[in-house]
């Protein structure tokens, strides 16, 4: 009988969750429900001092709004391996870095930070670089080179220490990786790392290590960046004597800046202009505001959607997918080795599908939200309040925009007569002529039963040939009486929207605002 499939998501705390982060997280939950399995949120905080207060709870409120639901695990239920934050397992880890040093696997050091931080400046100036490893711990102060009557002097003595792993000299260290292949490296290019310290607390290395097996994870699925820790982590399960029980490992690529040269980082998002994290973020020391996905007006589905294709590539051309989709279609062995190059304008595009998904009732209901946020709600309380009228403008706007916060942005003339217009079009078309076809127009507005697109339609042509002008030279210029904007949804539905009352007092308006600025010109 097959080993049930479990799989872990397990951040640390040291501040918000990164889109790479949520990808990870992703590709693990797809996974896993696609195998029936288990999927587990573990919050790996065994470095205090690097701990961000909130940082768990942005974590969970994430995954939460992602739609990337763990089985089991913090803020998502107790299971059978709980707890799951590592900070509230840590009796559970001396006793495995004991039973290493027992078994020759690993070894006190008593070396001080200062003792070290003189070695690496020492190596420095020989133009090379310091490690603890299978060489240097020979001559360092470490239970190898002490007596054990010394060592348990130190010991008794409460003497900060370390526990670290010993290294085996000049061996190959191979594993399979699901994405890369096999991977075979040298300890010689490897270090002693630090498994425990005397504080009580272990490292990611050690505590990794125990609770995938104690937790029983079948696949450990992770970023790139720890491939390097990999081949000590296969050290680690062969000297615990859990070998049988070593999870598959898959090492997914970086995600990319926009131009594919380095990580994606805050500081590219910043700078160009688009979010790396699925929330917004205030840092507690600097104030400092991080605008995300979700307070962009991206749609959770859409994000989840950009993340699936950043790395992974489906066998057809299909581009958009959701979980459902996901969950059939996706495979690691669809994903690729090099990076991922993020193309934030691509992802403006498919939070456009997705929002060409919604019902005109469902964007409603959001831009209802958005004008609310705004602090514009109690200005517009009996708009809001007209479902009709929402809908409508939603029909009209939907394929001008990517997101919904754009169709109050750039139409906020359905609620509030505009008073400026732009000047540059104004000097180069306004003229007497557009004076009269206007103020004509209005008047037609005022006296006939206009209601439908193509009564105001009609009726702004029957104007111009009345006047003996071209309806095509003063469309423009009509627009900018009614919106203020060069540009914007269809007109004649527009004034179909806002009735013959409203557009005619806006033509007047507008006819009046424009002959005082041309009397101070």
């Excluded at 914007?488 to 806006?506: Q, S």
């Amino acid at each position: 009988m097959s080993k049930r499939f479990r799989v872990r998501f397990a951040p640390s705390p040291t501040g918000p969750l990164h889109m790479g982060g949520v990808r990870t997280a992703l590709f693990n939950y797809l996974l896993a429900k696609q195998n029936d399995g288990d999927f587990i949120l573990r919050i790996e905080d065994t470095d205090q001092g690097r701990t961000i207060e909130g940082a768990e709870a942005y974590i969970i409120q994430a995954l939460q709004w992602c739609g990337i639901t763990p089985t089991e695990g913090v803020g998502f239920g107790e299971g059978p391996h709980a707890p799951y934050r590592q900070s509230d397992r840590k009796h559970l880890y001396l006793p495995y870095a004991e039973q290493l040093i027992k078994s020759g696997f690993a070894y006190y050091a008593f070396d001080s930070n200062e003792q070290l931080e003189a070695m690496r400046k020492q190596a420095e100036g020989n133009n090379s670089m310091f490690a603890y490893n299978a060489v240097t711990r020979k001559a360092l102060c470490n239970s190898l080179t002490l007596s054990e009557a010394e060592v348990a002097d130190k010991l008794s003595k409460n003497e900060a220490y370390v526990i670290r792993f010993k290294l085996p000299e000049n061996e190959d260290v191979h594993l399979h990786d699901t994405i890369r292949g096999h991977v075979t490296v040298n300890t010689s290019q490897m270090d002693d790392k630090v498994l425990y310290k005397s504080d009580g607390m272990p490292t990611y290395h050690l505590a990794n290590v125990v609770d995938d097996y104690l937790m029983q994870i079948t696949h450990v699925i992770r970023g790139e960046e720890w491939l390097p820790s990999a081949p000590l982590h296969v050290l680690l399960y062969r000297s615990l004597g859990w070998e049988q029980s070593m999870p598959q490992f898959a090492h997914l690529p970086l995600l990319l800046k926009p131009d594919g040269k380095g990580k994606l980082s805050k500081r590219d998002g910043d700078r160009l202009g688009f979010p790396v994290f699925p929330l917004t973020w205030t840092d507690l020391a600097s104030n400092e505001l991080s605008i995300g996905y979700r307070e962009r007006f991206y749609y959770p589905e859409a994000f989840t959607n950009i993340l699936a294709l950043l790395g992974w590539h489906p066998e057809s051309e299909q581009e958009i997918f959701s979980m459902d989709d996901l969950i059939k279609q996706f495979t690691l062995q669809r994903v690729n080795k090099s990076g991922a190059r993020f193309d934030p304008e691509k992802a403006k595009w498919f939070n456009q599908q997705y929002l060409h998904k919604q019902t005109n009732a469902a964007l409603a209901a959001q831009l209802v939200q958005v004008i609310q946020g705004a602090q514009a709600g109690e200005k517009h309380t009996t708009l809001l309040s007209n479902s009709h009228f929402m809908e409508k403008i939603c029909a009209l706007m939907r394929d001008k925009v990517q997101f919904v916060n754009e169709i109050w942005e750039q139409g906020q003339y359905f609620f509030e007569r505009p008073v400026s217009f732009p000047e540059n079009i104004l000097q180069k078309k306004w003229n007497d002529d557009a004076a009269r076809i206007m103020a004509h127009y209005a008047n037609l507005c005022q006296t006939q039963p206009f209601i439908s697109r193509e009564d105001f339609e009609s009726g702004f042509k029957n104007s111009a040939t009345e006047l003996g002008l071209n309806a095509g030279n003063f469309m423009q210029l009509l627009r900018i009486c009614i919106t203020g904007m060069a540009g914007g949804a269809d007109l004649f539905e527009t004034c179909a929207l806002l009735g013959k009352v409203e557009i005619a007092e806006r033509i007047i308006l507008a006819i009046n605002v424009i002959k005082e600025l041309r009397k101070g010109a």
